[in-house]
């Protein structure tokens, strides 16, 4: 009887684990649209500036900032930082979609442990669940189904070696 229920535990923990696996390229692929998204709204907002330091400064957007910074007026002066977060958001999101261009693994890597964590926790708070049907989920969700059911596996072996190595010591002390 407990090798049936083992047998079972065994074969939800893999079933959970497959489900688990399956959302890792879910969670990719939202976190990939959402960094275009913001990639987008951040380059419409930094286009007219692109273009006033196109006209006056020959494209460079620094020489435009020192303008700003330059200038006695406190308004352009607080713009010139406006503009630097904006130019170096711009930067860093252009950043991240490279990093979202490479191989499946790659990306994976990339977004479970060097994400912008602003837009993880984006992601992950307006996550939607759902069972992508391609290759890339089915592996996801076939090697973590396996490695949870593994891990259950190794779990109980280990367990169950130390509790017959407790009970060969004890018989030996008596």
Partial sequence: MIKLCADYLRIILFCG????????????????????AHLTEAMDVFAGFQQTADRYFEGNIQNLIRHYTSSDDAVFKNDASNILFISNRVTHLKAEQ??????????????LFFPDNKVFQ?????????????????????????????????????IGYLLRLKKRHNKLSV
Avoid: C
């Fill in 122 to 158: 984006q992601t992950l708070e307006q996550y939607s669940y759902m069972i992508l049907i391609n290759p890339e989920a089915l592996v996801w969700g076939l090697v973590s189904g396996f490695l949870m059911a593994s891990f259950f596996d190794l779990f109980f072996y280990v």
């Fill in 17 to 36: 684990g497959l489900l688990i696996g399956i959302q890792i390229p879910a969670v990719v692929d939202q976190y990939a649209k959402r960094i275009d």
């Fill in 98 to 111: 490279v990093a979202l261009n490479q191989s499946a693994l790659l990306r994976t890597a990339h977004v």
